[in-house]
Each structure stands twice: as structure tokens, then as C-alpha cells.
Nanobody, 121 residues
Framework: QVQLVESGGGLVQPGGSLRLSCAASGSILSLNAMGWYRQAPGKQRELVAIITSGGRTNYADSVKGRFTISRDNAKNTVYLQMNSLKPEDTAVYYC???????????????WGQGTQVTVSS
């Protein structure tokens, strides 16, 4: 079994910062691209940021310059540093990963359970 477990969400004032973490565990042979998505009430889930196994990154226009995605391959963990947070960043944030499982040779896609981020004064 493979699990993605997020942490680091919470309530923060506008202009504040939060750091999300997502740790992958289980029978993982290798992690490929990892990313963060978010879903606000009444809206579709959207890509926030993605990082390849080689460290290349891509961001949604709405978070460029404020959010930074990074990963620690030794720990199978991806991070999202969120600065200058705005009320419109309020959403449930989900971790996503493409990975190979031990003993298998096809790519699987996994989601975490989500962590709530609320930006409000």
C-alpha cells in the first residue's frame, strides 16, 4: 500500500505564511512528478504547483512569486511554502504523486487526504 499524508494546514491572516508537507510512504520504487492542487468551496480542483523528479517546477499564475514547491527525494516528501497569503488562497490543498510501486512497472497516481488552509483576519 502507498499513502500520501499532508500536514501543515491551518488558519493564517492575510499576508502570512504557511508551509505544507506531504510524505509518501509504502511500497514505493520511485517517485516521479509530485504536485499540489487545491479546491475551494463550489469550485473545481486546480493545479497549484508541480515538481518533477529532476526538480523542474511549474506554477499556477495565481501563485507565481508567492508559493515555492520543493522536494526531498531521500524523504519522499514534497513541500509547498506559501507566502503573502490571500483570502482567495483559502481551500483544501491536496498532494498528488506519480510513482512506481515495488515489483510493478506501471505508473500509478495517488492523492493525499487534503489539508485545509484558511486565510482570514
Amino acid at each position: 500500500q502507498v499513502q500520501l499524508v499532508e500536514s501543515g494546514g491551518g488558519l493564517v491572516q492575510p499576508g502570512g505564511s504557511l508551509r505544507l508537507s506531504c510524505a509518501a510512504s509504502g511500497s514505493i520504487l520511485s517517485l516521479n512528478a509530485m504536485g499540489w492542487y487545491r479546491q475551494a468551496p463550489g469550485k473545481q480542483r486546480e493545479l497549484v504547483a508541480i515538481i518533477t523528479s529532476g526538480g523542474r517546477t511549474n506554477y499556477a499564475d495565481s501563485v507565481k512569486g508567492r508559493f515555492t514547491i520543493s522536494r526531498d527525494n531521500a524523504k519522499n516528501t514534497v513541500y509547498l511554502q506559501m507566502n503573502s497569503l490571500k483570502p482567495e488562497d483559502t481551500a483544501v490543498y491536496y498532494c498528488n504523486a506519480d510513482l512506481l510501486r515495488v515489483g510493478e512497472y506501471r505508473l500509478y497516481n495517488y492523492w493525499g487526504q487534503g489539508t485545509q488552509v484558511t486565510v482570514s483576519s
